[in-house]
């Protein structure tokens, strides 16, 4: 074989996702971008907050040499100093700057956790609907992936995940608010979750870490407030990133941290400075660094997702859609009438609408609707939305 | 085990490396950064160029909402289009955008790469002395890494790399300029090197790639140049990266550049875009990205890097060291006195010089002294490099 046959077989298998990916291409050509309804990237359309423009110049204009040269492999010092100091108020557990560790992102951040965790066929559990790159990131560094179901309001099913923790049990993943389902887990369903963790632990003498992916931290309606983690089990590691927050995805930029009193924090900060090296990520990007270290709590105005929300969550309602409200993120994860979610996605593209399959969350029987988009691409995507329900009324 | 096995051994076997680290944090500690000269570390001293500072600005300036979004996974398309038609003259040879994608740094573009082509088993064939991290980035893609010695004056040996190649080599991994011996490969070398690969390509029924890592290769002294890979093999790879040219290794952006007549390059070009998504880097930093595409062929004034070889060389030479003079590249990699070259070294440290023993890159019985450092810490330092040379005559 020329390429890898893994990989191969990854292209092989998401070819209708890139089908799918090239009939929203064929179809922005044929009919116009703006004609097309596009919900199936979680791009951010908000621009950037006018903070983090002001700070980018600031450091611009400011920096002198060696400001782009290599730093530590956690990050610089100041940085991981701010982002402490953030994160002890944020999770309620006093950091350090030694606690953290900048990355490319939260997909960064999770390749270089696992590549410090996993051993050969540890197994890694995973809660879906999902984020489908988790099972690449786990099978990136030899580990199983390992899914269990969520509840039918897609909150945390504790006995499935109890269920499945066994002697290769090496950590269970969670990403709340979620992707897909916009859904956010309860303190109570988390501190349950460290308990059964803990217990577990024990029960099997090794440690069991929770792992949280939480880049929508920040992006949560109605005054709601995501629980830390931290509070709920102290083998914990966060990763996240700015992404979301700053809407700047494509600068990849973020961080992992452990906590604090993690019985085995210095090997794992010091294993995770080895990996994020040897990945070759090196260090997180420099001038970035600088940027994000002055805008810890900074996010672009979530008032206007909650709006977007709201205003898809009528319509949708209008035409016949089935979902809970979600309280975070910006997607939508509505039932579809037939069970073959693909074929449902077909249909809305015949009405320019471009949406993804649940299937490829594992999560089928669903759309995944991203709402990061203009108003008047919901509002005028709705009668198509609309239509295609009736067909199947 | 808490953390994964195989990082811990990575950990421990590096120890002493760590150890030396140690012992020049303390004694930069005890006696004052600047009284300690510090060769140990490839982290160019000059700052960038006028022109990557204006530029940034530039962009910074005028750059609209949606610059730090998602692009397209092998990058800004016309950035792609900037570092292709700059390749083309570089390597000869008629490149497109759709030839390149965008990385963090040389080291993510050899993991995106490596991930792409490497199936569990297949070996990368890689001269010695080396760039030891590659070991590590074979290894994270299931490969096995294989070395063959170089010549006595570090130029490519042929015969070494035929008697290496079997049923299970996949690529041969060079770097020229070489770190850490700053040694560039002839063209007829690389020719030589293209034809027995094409030769073994066709007696083994499958394609042997020829990987080149260049991030050194505007790095050269006396009017040389590095010849191109791309004329001499069309199953060839380029990495390399923008850290040296500009000073700005902590910003982590490169490229890697499939040859245009590759065989498989479209699956490789697909594949790489799949790999670079799931290792977690997404894409290479956006604006990073928009930077560098309007300074292709820039480079720090490499007239500087010269006269600091010279002032090494000429002072080295003075004090009984042995060495070929290096026409690349910012390191000199002088024979030790006696085969412990761990033992040369912690000598120096005596003198408060901070080398890097040979073995780290399996050069064993050299030191590898990298002169991207202050003429002063050069001047300053060759009275201590020749007492402990003395100690061994």
Known sequence: MTIAQKVRTVMEKSSWIRKMFEEGARL?????????????????????????????????STCGPGSHCYMPQPGHPQVCESVAAYLSEEQGVA?????????????????VILKALLDPGDEVIVPTPCFVEYRFYVDNHGGEFRTVPSKEDFSLDLEAIEAAINAKTKAVLINSPNNPTGQ????????????????????????????????YRKIVFDGQKVPSIFKAYDQSIVATSYSKDLSIPGERIGFTAVHPS??????????????????????????????VADLQGLSVDI???????????????????????????????????????????????????????????????????????DDDTIVNALPGFKRVMQRFK
Chains 1, 2 share one sequence.
Do not use: W
């Open 28 to 60: 922005k050509a044929q009919h116009g971008a703006k004609n097309v309804f596009d919900f199936s990237l979680g791009n951010p359309n908000l621009p950037p907050p006018d903070e983090f423009g002001n700070a980018l110049l600031d450091i611009v």
């Open 184 to 215: 956010v887990y309860s303190e109570e369903s988390l501190a349950a979750l460290g308990d059964l963790l803990a217990a577990k632990s024990r029960e099997l003498d090794r440690v069991i870490y929770l792992l949280s992916d939480e880049p």
């Open 303 to 373: 008032d206007i997702y909650q709006r977007k929300r709201d205003l898809l969550c009528n319509g949708l309602t209008d035409a016949g859609y089935e979902f809970d409200v979600p309280p975070g993120a910006f997607y939508l994860f509505p039932k579809t009438p037939i069970e073959d979610d693909v074929a449902f996605v077909q249909e809305l593209q015949k009405e320019l609408i471009l949406t993804v399959p649940g299937s490829g969350f594992l999560g089928p029987g669903h759309i995944r609707i991203a709402y990061c988009v």
């Open 95 to 111: 950091m350090e700057a030694a606690d953290v560790l900048m990355t490319c992102g939260a997909a960064g951040a999770l390749n």
């Open 262 to 291: 993690a019985t085995y924090k210095e090997e794992i900060m010091a294993a995770m400075a080895l990996t994020i090296r040897i990945l070759g990520f090196v260090n997180a990007p420099s001038l970035m660094q600088r940027v």
